[in-house]
Antibody, heavy 122, light 103 residues
């Protein structure tokens, strides 16, 4: 059974750096094709993909946010960490940790964490 | 960068009716399009991947079609639990969503 769980602060101040941790079970980065992404959703708005890390430790970032994002993994701990610098009120959102598998050209998000709401406010 | 445009923004229907949701890509995505359902307070759930394939456990009333730039999610006969927001997705891009509400 695949599970993902996000953890991190519920409240951050403007200009601070956000660090979120995703702890997962039921799969491993030792399996080719495995990927973990971070996706966020501001209240009442659409989904926005932020970053992805794959089983080969390749990293991909949203074009509009790449200067502020960093994604890393600890394969032994089954964890993925996202950092986002210079937080602003527009970054208030629910942040999801999500698994995908790359099989040929097929890529979709098959397992989602419950999400963690991060509010940016002084 | 590919843009996905969903229509309509809101669809008002009654249980038992047929729902047709559209997703248009700004350039061809071949068959690589997925659909998600999101209920209030919940994470999205994948319904359809690669245009036509139902994800595990998804009822047969959900079906997908299309190719290239034009795609459709069809719910053949709406159940009360189907009223939610639906998103299409290709790679790192999501549509803006269609809200399916009870008429």
């Amino acid at each position: 059974q695949v599970t993902l769980r996000e953890s991190g602060p519920a409240l951050v101040k403007p200009t601070q750096t956000l660090t979120l941790t995703c702890t997962f079970s039921g799969f491993s980065f030792t399996t080719p094709g495995m990927c973990v992404s971070w996706i966020r959703q501001p209240p009442g708005k659409a989904l926005e993909w932020l970053a992805l890390i794959d089983w080969e430790d390749d990293k991909y970032y949203s074009t509009s946010l790449k200067t502020r994002l960093s994604i890393s993994k600890d394969t032994s701990k089954n964890q993925v960490v996202l950092t986002m610098t210079d937080m602003d009120s527009v970054d208030t959102a629910t942040y999801y940790c999500v698994r995908s598998q790359i099989t040929g050209s097929t890529e979709f998000f098959d397992h989602w964490g419950q999400g963690t709401l991060v509010t940016v406010s002084s | 960068e590919i843009v996905l445009t969903q229509s309509p923004a809101t669809l008002s229907l009654s249980p038992g009716e047929r729902a047709t949701l559209s997703c248009r890509a700004s350039q061809s995505v071949s068959k690589y399009l997925a659909w998600y359902q999101q209920k209030p307070g919940q994470a999205p759930k994948v319904l359809i991947y690669d245009t036509i394939n139902r994800a595990t456990g998804i009822p047969v009333r959900f079906s997908g079609s299309g190719s290239g730039t034009d795609f459709t999610l069809t719910i053949s006969s709406l159940e009360p639990e189907d009223f939610a927001v639906y998103y299409c997705q290709h790679r790192s891009t999501f549509g803006q969503g269609t809200r399916l509400e009870i008429k």
